[in-house]
Nanobody, 125 residues
Framework: QVQLVESGGGQVQAGGSLRLSCAASGRTSSRYDMGWFRQAPGKEREFVAAISLSGSSTYYAYYADSVKGRFAISRDNAKNMVYLQMDSLKPEDTAVYYC???????????????WGQGTQVTVSS
């Protein structure tokens, strides 16, 4: 069993920055690829970014086109933490952001076993 707890959401003006954190607990949490998703009101949950582990120390990051160049995902396995640095925020980034523990296959997010409870990000114009 893996538990995921997000934090760091809030309200920010367009052009601003936020850093989301996801604390993972559970004996197998470090074995998962980790992802961030978001869901805006009235819309489906969508992929934002993922980070996978290859071997013992090589990470690969993947991003949705809408956030490339603005968001950066990172992880610290020693602390069981995953981060999402969000810069140059836009009003359309407003959503509830969720952390997920799952897997990447063929350079795409393929599925997840666990979700966090979400953290609200609101970007005002």
């Amino acid at each position: 069993q893996v538990q995921l707890v997000e934090s760091g959401g809030g309200q920010v003006q367009a052009g601003g920055s936020l850093r989301l954190s996801c604390a993972a607990s559970g004996r197998t949490s470090s074995r998962y690829d980790m992802g961030w998703f978001r869901q805006a009101p009235g819309k489906e949950r969508e992929f934002v970014a993922a980070i996978s582990l290859s071997g013992s120390s090589t990470y690969y990051a993947y991003y949705a086109d809408s956030v490339k160049g603005r968001f950066a995902i990172s992880r610290d396995n020693a602390k069981n933490m995953v981060y999402l640095q969000m810069d140059s925020l836009k009003p359309e980034d407003t959503a509830v952001y969720y952390c997920a523990a799952g897997w990447v296959s063929g350079s795409r997010w393929s599925g997840q076993d666990y979700w966090g409870q979400g953290t609200q990000v609101t970007v005002s114009s």
